[in-house]
């Protein structure tokens, strides 16, 4: 799978004001309106900070990224995703929101948000 890629399929970012705790590459939530904010372990999110600086973010809020995963092990398919405490994504079938997972391996998936 080394040479598919599936980045930036059906891609939609936008651009919203975050704090300094918010690091390019980890899954976010809406804090207040238009803010976004890290993600607790077990939280659902809303998208993927692909830049932040300067008090703002450019979040991906849908099509196809890839995703740190952190905890456990995710099997290309249907899956219920959720935002895990540092940043990535754990698999989480009592809380998390269902996403279509096209790749996965031990540190990584790529999902359609």
């Given at each position: 799978m080394?040479?598919?890629s599936f980045e930036g399929i059906g891609e939609?970012?936008?651009t919203f004001a975050c704090g300094e705790e918010v690091k390019a590459g980890q899954v976010v939530k809406l804090?207040?309106?238009g803010t976004v904010g890290p993600c607790t372990d077990g939280e659902p999110f809303c998208g993927v900070a692909l830049s932040a600086q300067d008090g703002?973010?450019?979040v991906q809020l849908k099509g196809l990224i890839t995703l740190p995963?952190?905890?456990g092990s995710i099997t290309p398919g249907w899956v219920k995703l959720s935002a895990d405490a540092s940043g990535g994504v754990k698999q989480n079938d009592s809380t998390g929101m269902q996403y279509l997972v096209v790749?996965?391996?031990s540190s990584s998936v790529t999902a359609y948000l």
């Open positions: 080394n040479n598919i939609v970012v936008a804090t207040e309106n703002h973010a450019a995963v952190t905890a790749a996965a391996d």
